[in-house]
């Protein structure tokens, strides 16, 4: 039998391979790992976060090259709750990334807590929600399209457990922030400080500065507003 120890130095082991020789394979674009991978330092700072909650279900949109899922394959395997899962949502994982991102989590031994969704996110995540699947937190990187972003969210809200965690990368997108701004203002979610402390990445919304990688702490309990009383964001 493998002990925690073992399993999580495994995941650090991959995960320090990815940072330093990159996947084994890529797309045939020019920087492409780099481009699409959450940094190293915000991996961190998501599995420390995802450790402080003791997560043991997590939702994740947009696999790629497995940054970010290792790092939160890693906080699972730290926690080590009894149920643990990780449901992986990407249509492009087998056709763009050749399985890269999936063969990676394998060599990790994490494909024994992690399922793969080859489907967008808004067809699997009504799905899993329609299985009555219950999730302690979520992340989100995944089409950065507006519609797409707010119908990621639209159910996750419903998908993770009220009091539970949604982080979201990219938020200086303008596209991306505009989404989550919705369920800021309207929905009582509410930024968790110094989540992901240090630099500014990117041009947000008005030309301003804006972080990268956003931790949003669902209210608890969950509400329903009336449509009076929408704040247009
Ligand atoms: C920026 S990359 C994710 C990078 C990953 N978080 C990491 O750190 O390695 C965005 C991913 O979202 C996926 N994606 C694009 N549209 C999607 C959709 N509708 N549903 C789910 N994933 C999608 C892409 O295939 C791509 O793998």
């Given at each position: 039998?493998?002990?925690?120890?073992?399993?999580?130095?495994?995941?650090?082991?991959?995960?320090?391979?990815?940072?330093?020789?990159?996947?084994?394979?890529t797309?045939?674009?020019?920087?492409?790992?780099?481009?699409?991978?959450?940094?190293?330092?915000?991996?961190?700072?998501?599995?420390?976060?995802?450790i402080?909650?003791?997560?043991?279900?997590?939702?994740?949109?947009?696999?790629?090259?497995?940054?970010?899922?290792?790092?939160?394959?890693?906080?699972?395997?730290?926690?080590?709750?009894?149920?643990?899962?990780?449901?992986?949502?990407?249509?492009?994982?087998?056709?763009?990334?050749?399985?890269?991102?999936?063969?990676?989590?394998?060599?990790?031994?994490?494909?024994?807590?992690?399922?793969?969704?080859?489907t967008?996110?808004?067809?699997a995540?009504?799905?899993?929600?329609?299985?009555g699947?219950?999730?302690?937190?979520?992340?989100?990187?995944?089409?950065?399209?507006?519609?797409?972003?707010?119908?990621?969210?639209?159910?996750?809200?419903?998908?993770?457990?009220?009091?539970?965690?949604?982080?979201?990368?990219?938020?200086w997108?303008?596209?991306?922030?505009?989404?989550?701004?919705?369920?800021?203002?309207n929905?009582?979610?509410?930024?968790?400080?110094?989540?992901f402390?240090?630099?500014?990445?990117?041009?947000?919304?008005?030309?301003?500065?804006?972080?990268?990688?956003?931790?949003?702490?669902?209210?608890?309990?969950?509400?329903?507003?009336?449509?009076?009383?929408?704040?247009?964001?």
């Amino acid at each position: 039998m493998t002990s925690t120890g073992e399993c999580v130095a495994r995941v650090r082991e991959v995960r320090g391979r990815l940072v330093r020789e990159g996947p084994p394979r890529t797309r045939d674009r020019e920087g492409d790992f780099e481009t699409v991978s959450v940094p190293e330092k915000h991996c961190d700072q998501l599995r420390d976060l995802m450790i402080s909650e003791g997560a043991e279900k997590v939702v994740e949109v947009g696999l790629a090259y497995a940054s970010s899922a290792l790092a939160i394959g890693e906080a699972l395997a730290t926690v080590n709750r009894p149920l643990s899962r990780h449901i992986i949502i990407d249509p492009f994982q087998e056709r763009e990334y050749s399985n890269a991102g999936w063969d990676l989590l394998r060599s990790a031994g994490l494909d024994s807590i992690a399922t793969l969704m080859l489907t967008p996110s808004s067809i699997a995540l009504p799905r899993l929600l329609a299985e009555g699947f219950v999730a302690d937190a979520a992340f989100v990187d995944g089409s950065h399209r507006f519609h797409e972003v707010f119908v990621d969210l639209y159910y996750l809200r419903k998908i993770v457990r009220p009091g539970g965690l949604i982080v979201i990368d990219d938020d200086w997108w303008p596209s991306v922030h505009t989404a989550v701004q919705y369920y800021e203002q309207n929905l009582g979610w509410t930024v968790i400080p110094d989540a992901f402390p240090g630099e500014t990445i990117g041009v947000g919304p008005q030309g301003g500065r804006g972080a990268r990688c956003k931790a949003y702490r669902l209210p608890d309990p969950t509400f329903e507003p009336s449509f009076e009383d929408f704040r247009a964001f």
